[in-house]
Nanobody, 115 residues
Framework: QVQLVESGGGLVQPGGSLRLSCAAS????????MAWYRQAPGKQRDLVAS???????NYADDVKGRFTISRDNAKTTVYLQMNSLKPEDTAVYYC?????????WGQGTQVTVSS
């Protein structure tokens, strides 16, 4: 099993920044990809950004140039640096780990962008 614990959400004004963290534990050697998804009220859960074990990154079009996904050297913690935040970025952000076992999800962290 893989456990994911997210942190770093909160309330921020438009144009501000936040950094989300996701710490993985357990069978982390089975992880081949980690990602951030988000889900706004009444909407589906969408991919925000992902990073493979090889370091390849991918971003949703609406966050390109504003968000950056990265990880620590041990590859057990992934970060999402969010800059130039907009009200439409408001959502619950979920960490996801793609593993040879199955997909794992964190509990989610709320990000609210509002003045």
């Amino acid at each position: 099993q893989v456990q994911l614990v997210e942190s770093g959400g909160g309330l921020v004004q438009p144009g501000g920044s936040l950094r989300l963290s996701c710490a993985a534990s357990g069978s982390t050697f089975t992880i081949y990809r980690m990602a951030w998804y988000r889900q706004a009220p009444g909407k589906q859960r969408d991919l925000v950004a992902s990073i493979t074990s090889g370091g390849t990154t991918n971003y949703a079009d609406d966050v390109k140039g504003r968000f950056t996904i990265s990880r620590d050297n041990a590859k057990t913690t992934v970060y999402l640096q969010m800059n130039s935040l907009k009200p439409e970025d408001t959502a619950v952000y979920y960490c996801n780990a793609g593993s040879s076992l199955r997909n794992f999800w964190g509990q989610g962290t709320q990000v609210t962008v509002s003045s």
